[in-house]
């Protein structure tokens, strides 16, 4: 099976991430009281790539995090009947920071949403921005990122797949027939 396109790669998502670096500097005048949190699974890799290159563009250490969303996801019962609880780790204080969601795909919105509950009921940040790889468009909820690497408009009929080094030995962007995969 090979994918119907590759939309970003290696080099392509190292320079995605960059830009948003730079992006995120830019919006906050600094990388002062910032945190990245990402969101399982994708997204805490993402979140500690930005956060090292803040720390190398600006000169501050950007704490991370990682969040689970499985138990406020609005699809838990169709999901499977024993669903995975990942780790929340947030090991940093919320209040008067500017926390950054990151993820690696923004589609129906509904990740972000439930990734947004269960932020909140760690704490009350000073405010909360969304940085995301991939946004591919087709939102059910009015949610939008504030940071985007590639946006990637798509059919309802495909699958976008990240590839990490960190959980898939290789740093790629596919676009993929739902079909082909099934």
Known sequence: MTPKATILTADEVRRALTRIAHEIIERNKGAEN?????????????????????????????PTGMLDITLYRDDLSEVAQQPIIRETQVPFDLRDRRVILVDDVLYTGRTVRAALDALIDLGRPAGIQLAVLVDRGHRELPIRADYVGKNLPTAASEVVKVKLQETDDVDSVELWDMEALR
């Open 34 to 62: 910032l945190a990245l949190i990402g969101v399982h699974t994708r997204g805490i890799p993402l979140a500690r790539r930005l956060a090292e290159k803040l720390s190398t563009l600006e000169g501050v250490d950007v």
